[in-house]
């Protein structure tokens, strides 16, 4: 078998801009996150927001936005999503496992948190085989859970 093409975290330029807004989750996980046009535009009027698309060898295939909250000490994964095409593949995990070592490395971080919307297919799953936990606490109908570094 192949070796699996290197996962990276790029910067979006205007050359890639279209292909990373083309990328879509499943008709069923539209619910967990908005799409990726609107989290980049959120982005531009968010100073707090690093956002990256992410590749796997020389192929957009998802897209991240962290809100970096520097003086709490707490980071926030605010959108996390792999192109339905590309699920299930382990780039989830490369790739979110970049952006924690990333935070981890940061002078002041303490812990990354973040929230999902439990039921059917929900990525609930996913953060907890990161090492997310969840903290009991609910945001407008969503779980939230935290990795402390
Ligand atoms: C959640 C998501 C990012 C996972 O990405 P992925 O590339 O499919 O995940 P991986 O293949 O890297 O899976 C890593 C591990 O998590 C598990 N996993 C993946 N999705 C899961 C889910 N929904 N529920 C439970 N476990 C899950 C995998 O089985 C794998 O487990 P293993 O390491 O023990 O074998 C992707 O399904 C997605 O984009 N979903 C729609 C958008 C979304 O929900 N984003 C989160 C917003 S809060």
Redesign the pocket.
């Known amino acids: 078998m192949p070796a699996a093409p290197p996962v990276t975290l790029r910067e979006i330029t205007a050359d890639t801009l279209r292909s990373i807004i083309r990328l879509d989750?499943?008709e069923h996980?539209k619910a967990?996150?908005a799409p990726n046009s609107v989290s980049i535009a959120q982005a531009h009027f968010e100073p707090k927001a690093w956002f990256r698309a992410i590749y796997a060898g020389e192929e957009p295939i998802?897209f991240v936005m962290v809100y970096e909250n520097p003086e709490e000490s707490e980071y926030f994964l605010w959108?996390?999503?792999?192109d339905h095409r590309?699920?299930?593949?382990?780039?989830?995990?490369?790739a979110l496992s970049q952006v924690i070592e990333r935070i981890r490395g940061l002078p002041a971080a303490t812990r990354l948190l973040?929230?999902?919307?439990p039921g059917e297919?929900?990525?609930?799953?996913?953060y907890h085989?990161?090492g997310f936990v969840d903290n009991g606490d609910e945001d407008e109908g969503e779980s939230i859970t935290v990795l402390e570094f």
């Not at 973040?114 to 919307?117: D, E, F, I, R």
């Open positions: 989750v499943g996980q967990f996150v998802g959108r996390f999503m792999i590309h699920q299930g593949k382990g780039y989830g995990r490369a973040t929230s999902y919307l297919g929900s990525p609930g799953g996913f085989r990161m």
